[in-house]
């Protein structure tokens, strides 16, 4: 089986591509990224020598290299997207290009080629928020409701991608899961910033008072949800992804995190809300139900991974988080 992997060095892809070439030797795969800000080539080094792997710098916007590689192809697995809210707050245009003609231009040549499956891997943010219960949860039948220019374009891209299954016939699957965490994410995102801050001695910025919900799962378990759907999923399906706890409260994310670390509050720093901050949380029932997948890590072991992993890596991390608090800096002066 060949594989198109889009998006391959960011967080996720990244993930998935180790985790895909270690259970599926006899598979061949080509992962097309091009290198934004968010990807770090350092995230795939141990699988550059892999035979079975290649590298192509490019922009899944660009028909011409989408042609050359989709011919090729059995299975299109596609992260690549521009993926963070406050980014797509600041400017929203690049979403738009990515995240919706990026998809379009994926599907186009997809179709053309008959290719044996797309699969796109969204997010719950589509959804639009929940409330402010933890009890209430997203599944595959609640209407979309998008609050950012993120999500506005997952969703569109959603609605690309099912169009694309109705109209021309292309076996598609869609994931939208939660929020992940875990090795290799960029320190712009909750997590790894919270964690690369106290490692700097820095406090953790936390949005309004800390009161949003957002569901966590470990990126291994998102990566197996993703594989066990392209192995055993419907076509034409959606599965909802997400972890074990459901919605958490940012600020009992944040004291878990702090009480690793051996830290009290006095390192929570309130600083001022993102416009139209949502709260979400999953029911994965269906997955798991009609495919047997479940997540494996708890919050609290997958934390922990995390925390170690980030305290190990430092030469990984260290230039995105010049940059990514270069942004927030940035940010904090047009809000002002
Ligand atoms: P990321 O921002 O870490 O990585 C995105 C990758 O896509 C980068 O390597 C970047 O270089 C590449 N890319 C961006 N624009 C491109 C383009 N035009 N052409 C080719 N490559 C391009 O993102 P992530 O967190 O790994 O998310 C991957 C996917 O999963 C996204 O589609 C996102 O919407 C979805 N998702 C993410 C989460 C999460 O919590 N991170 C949760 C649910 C769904
Ligand atoms: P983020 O990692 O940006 O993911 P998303 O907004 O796509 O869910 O943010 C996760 C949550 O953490 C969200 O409720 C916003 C909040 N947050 C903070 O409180 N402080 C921060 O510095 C960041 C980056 C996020």
């Known amino acids: 089986m060949n594989l198109l992997v889009t998006g391959g060095l960011g967080f996720i892809g990244s993930n998935f591509i180790r985790l895909w070439l270690s259970r599926h030797p006899d598979c061949r795969l080509v992962n097309l990224d091009n290198l934004t800000y968010a990807a770090n080539p350092d995230s795939l080094k141990d699988v550059q020598s892999n035979p079975n792997y290649r590298f192509v710098k490019g922009d899944i916007c660009d028909d011409k290299i989408v042609q050359q590689l989709m011919p090729s192809t059995d299975f299109v697995v596609h992260f690549a997207a521009e993926s963070h809210v406050d980014r797509s707050i600041n400017d929203p245009y690049l979403f738009v290009k990515t995240n919706v003609l990026g998809t379009y231009i994926l ?72 929020n992940n965490y875990g090795p290799y994410q960029h320190p712009e995102k909750f997590i790894p910033r919270m964690i690369t801050n106290l490692i700097d001695g820095h406090k953790i910025p936390v949005y309004g008072q800390g009161l949003n919900l957002r569901d966590w799962l470990y990126v291994e378990d998102h990566c197996l949800a993703i594989e066990t759907v392209l192995l055993k999923g419907k076509v034409g399906e959606t599965y909802c992804v997400g972890g074990l706890k459901g919605g958490t409260r940012n600020i009992d994310l944040v004291k878990q995190v702090l009480s690793i670390f051996g830290l009290d509050d006095s390192w929570i720093e309130y600083v001022a809300d993102r416009p139209a901050h949502d709260n979400y949380s999953v029911d994965w029932s269906k997955i798991k139900t009609e495919l047997g997948w479940e997540p494996k890590f708890t919050l609290e072991s997958g934390l922990k991974a995390t925390v170690d992993w980030y305290r190990s890596n430092e030469t990984w991390w260290r230039l995105a988080k010049k940059e990514a608090e270069e942004f927030y800096t940035k940010l904090k002066a047009l809000s002002v």
């Open 107 to 178: 599907l186009k040549s997809a179709s053309k080629n008959q290719i044996k499956r797309f699969h796109h891997v969204s997010t719950d943010e589509v959804f639009g928020s929940i409330g402010t219960e933890s009890k209430n949860q997203f599944s595959e039948s609640t209407p979309y409701d998008p609050s950012s220019p993120y999500s506005a374009s997952k969703a569109a891209s959603d609605h690309f991608v099912r169009s694309f299954g109705k109209t021309f016939g292309l076996p598609i699957t869609i994931t939208n899961c939660s």
